[in-house]
Nanobody, 122 residues
């Protein structure tokens, strides 16, 4: 069992930056791959970024490449998502997720955070 608590969302303006944090507990953090997903209002959940167990490999959705950065600190059981150059279309509830390997489908993850809302005002 893995418990995930994500935080860091808020109301920002176009072009601003934000850093999301997800703290895990319940299992050795270095044994799980991590991902970030988001769900815009009225839309399906979509893959944002993923990071391998060691942190050596990272993956991004096309809409965030070059603007968002995922990282992890295994000593702190924490994964981060740095959001830069935010756009109105980045508005969504952001969720961290834990799984065996990084995949871009929500069904590939066994555990989820409660979500943190990011609102980008233009």
């Amino acid at each position: 069992q893995v418990r995930l608590v994500d935080s860091g969302g808020g109301l920002v303006h176009t072009g601003d930056s934000l850093k999301l944090t997800c703290v895990a507990s319940g299992r050795t953090f270095s044994s799980i791959a991590m991902g970030w997903f988001r769900q815009p209002p009225g839309k399906e959940r979509e893959f944002v970024a993923g990071i391998s167990r060691s942190g050596g490999e990272t993956f991004y959705g096309d809409s965030v490449k070059g603007r968002f950065t995922i990282s992890r600190d295994n000593a702190k059981s924490t994964v981060y998502l740095q959001l830069n150059k935010l756009k109105a279309e980045d508005t969504a509830v952001y969720y961290c997720a834990a799984g065996s390997v990084v995949v871009d489908a929500p069904s590939g993850y066994h555990y989820w955070g409660q979500g943190t809302l990011v609102t980008v005002s233009s």
